[in-house]
């Protein structure tokens, strides 16, 4: 059972533009959801996180967003740049256990 | 500063063989977890060890196992191999255990079983 689900898989996004990328989760007990970036060849690398006591974090063009209720949190980048171009994973934990991980976006940013 | 290093990078094995992954993690970082990707899974998490102790194991087989050593660095081993269980292996760091700061993650080591 996936624990973290997130869409879309793949985003085609315009220089300049918003990218949005969404993730849902089941257990109410995770405490801490990073957002990872992985570029070809390379492995994932942490990029922003947020704890759920707080409904936003912002740290430069990139922000997330996150609903307590509704169990979900996105990822904005803002003012996308083809440096953007890679893969996108949401995570989420647990009092420092296991993460666990989305099955990634695909994140392309037209010149 | 050195980062998390992962040795081979690339690996061939066949069907029913065994190998073993190397990992040292960044200088101080005292866990080391492991992670399977897959095109289709995403990462799944495999253990985790904190100053030479398993924290915490993912539902994979006894097939996979670790250990790590008195210098932070780790090993992980793959018995019996299977086709499926072709994937890149990531190994990460971080100086607490739990990676709440922030996992550093190696380049990975590309398995393929034929």
């Known amino acids: 059972q996936q624990q973290v689900k997130q869409s879309p898989q793949s985003l085609i996004v315009q220089k300049g533009g918003i990218s949005i990328i969404n993730c849902a989760y089941e257990n109410t007990a995770f405490d801490y959801f990073p957002w990872y970036q992985q570029f070809p060849g390379k492995g994932p690398a942490l990029l922003i996180a947020i704890r759920p006591d707080v409904s936003e974090k912002k740290e430069g063009r990139f922000t997330i967003s996150f609903n307590k209720s509704a169990k979900q949190f996105s990822l904005h980048i803002m003012d996308s740049q083809p440096g953007d171009s890679a893969t996108y994973f949401c995570a989420a934990s647990k009092d420092g256990n296991q993460f666990y991980f989305g099955t990634g976006t695909s994140l392309t940013v037209i010149p | 500063k050195a980062g998390v290093t992962q040795t081979p990078r690339y690996l061939i094995k066949t069907r029913g063989q065994q190998v073993t992954l190397s990992c040292s993690p960044i200088s101080g970082h005292r866990s080391v977890s492991w992670y399977q990707q897959t095109p289709g899974q995403g990462l799944q998490f495999l253990f985790e060890y904190f100053s030479e102790t398993q924290r915490n194991k993912g539902n994979f087989p006894g097939r996979f196992s670790g250990r790590q050593f008195s210098n932070s660095r780790s090993e992980m081993n793959v018995s019996t191999l299977e086709l499926g269980d072709s994937a890149l292996y990531l190994c990460?760091?971080?100086?607490?255990?739990?990676?709440?700061?922030?996992?550093?993650f190696g380049s990975g080591t590309r398995l393929t079983v034929v």
């Open positions: 990460a760091s971080s100086l607490d255990p739990g990676g709440l700061y922030g996992y550093t």
